[in-house]
T-cell receptor, first 110, second 114 residues
Framework: GESVGLHLPTLSVQEGDNSIINCAYS??????FIWYKQESGKGPQFIID?????DKRQGQRVTVLLNKTVKHLSLQIAATQPGDSAVYFC?????????FGTGTRLTIIP | DTEVTQTPKHLVMGMTNKKSLKCEQH?????MYWYKQKAKKPPELMFV???????INESVPSRFSPECPNSSLLNLHLHALQPEDSALYLC?????????????FGQGTRLTVV
């Protein structure tokens, strides 16, 4: 069965606001945790990853936080734009496997 | 070139048909993957190839038969499928080392079994 899962299936955010997408995991043996974005009709696209021994990693407009104590992962998107509308999956990497969580649909309100 | 190309984009097949899905990448990646994705669900891992050898089979029924003829190509041969096999089939590739997490996905083949 899956060892990663998301708290909320849908999230609506006002354009320009920050978005926070959450994910819970149950397996502590993962090497990395990764966020993917999947737009309609496309394959998943890598956003950002975090090694399992890190707490925080920042990219361009995105930040991933890892709380190993409560086995929780989050993706923060700053200044959300219409192009951010998509389904977001967290995934865990236990090489060579890449296992996806349930997914959250992010909708941007103009 | 950071593309994974899948053909065909759409496929309709009968339960007695034999068809093949194709995947190609020219990024020098030595790990290649097949995933199955049902509507509103996450991708589910089916097979992993490492250096053209099958390294993981996630208990996939034998009516799905993968093949990796060379380091750039990955096929999925389909035979005697069931309507419940209708889904989006995604191919992905990545570097073959644990520190490289970025897997590149193709746009998928939308398969309908009638």
């Amino acid at each position: 069965g899956e060892s990663v899962g998301l708290h909320l299936p849908t999230l609506s955010v006002q354009e320009g606001d920050n978005s926070i997408i959450n994910c819970a995991y149950s397996n502590s043996a993962s090497d990395y945790f990764i966020w993917y974005k999947q737009e309609s009709g496309k394959g998943p696209q890598f956003i950002i990853d975090i090694r399992s021994n890190m707490d925080k990693r920042q990219g361009q407009r995105v930040t991933v936080l890892l709380n190993k104590t409560v086995k929780h992962l989050s993706l923060q998107i700053a200044a959300t734009q219409p192009g951010d509308s998509a389904v977001y999956f967290c995934a865990e990497r236990r090489f060579p496997k890449l296992t996806f969580g349930t997914g959250t649909r992010l909708t941007i309100i103009p | 070139d950071t593309e994974v190309t899948q053909t065909p984009k759409h496929l309709v097949m009968g339960m007695t048909n034999k068809k093949s899905l194709k995947c190609e990448q020219h990024m020098g990646h030595r790990a290649m993957y097949w995933y199955k994705q049902k509507a509103k669900k996450p991708p589910e891992l089916m097979f992993v190839y490492s250096y053209e050898k099958l390294s993981i089979n996630e208990s996939v029924p034998s009516r799905f038969s993968p093949e990796c003829p060379n380091s750039s190509l990955l096929n999925l041969h389909l035979h005697a499928l069931q309507p419940e096999d209708s889904a989006l089939y995604l191919c992905a590739s990545s570097q073959e080392k644990s520190g490289d997490t970025e897997a590149f996905f193709g746009q998928g083949t939308r398969l309908t079994v009638v």
